[in-house]
C-alpha cells in the first residue's frame, strides 16, 4: 500500500492529510491500515477520557484506582509509539525528547 502524509494534532486526536490551523504536531508518512489502526486507539483513548469524566462525578472512587485512567495512559503511549514509528525525523526527535517511550 501507497504511504501517504499526514498531520497529527494528539490533543485533539484529528488525523489530516491538510494542515491547517494547528494540526500539524507530528508528520507522519502512514498507509490507510496504518492510519485506521491509529483511529482505533485515538478512539478508545476517547472512550476512557469519557469514562474518567463520568467517573470524577464519583467522590468515593479514587483517582488512581480507575481502570478507564490506566486505559487512557496505555492508548496514548500506544499512539505516540505509532506516531514515531511513521514520523518524520522532526516528529521522532520531539517525541525522543519527551521521553514518553522509555
Known sequence: MEKKKYF?????????QIQAGDNNDFTIYATEEDISQLREWFDQMY??????????????KPYHDDESND????????????????????????????GILE
Request: net charge negative.
Open 47 to 60: 472512550d476512557s477520557d469519557h469514562e474518567a469524566f463520568w467517573r470524577a462525578h464519583v467522590p468515593i
Open 71 to 98: 486505559q487512557y495512559d496505555d492508548g496514548i503511549v500506544h499512539a505516540y509509539k505509532m506516531i514515531y514509528e511513521m514520523g518524520d525525523d522532526k516528529t521522532r526527535a520531539h517525541i525522543e525528547s519527551m
Open 8 to 16: 497529527i494534532d494528539l490533543g485533539t486526536r484529528e488525523i489530516s
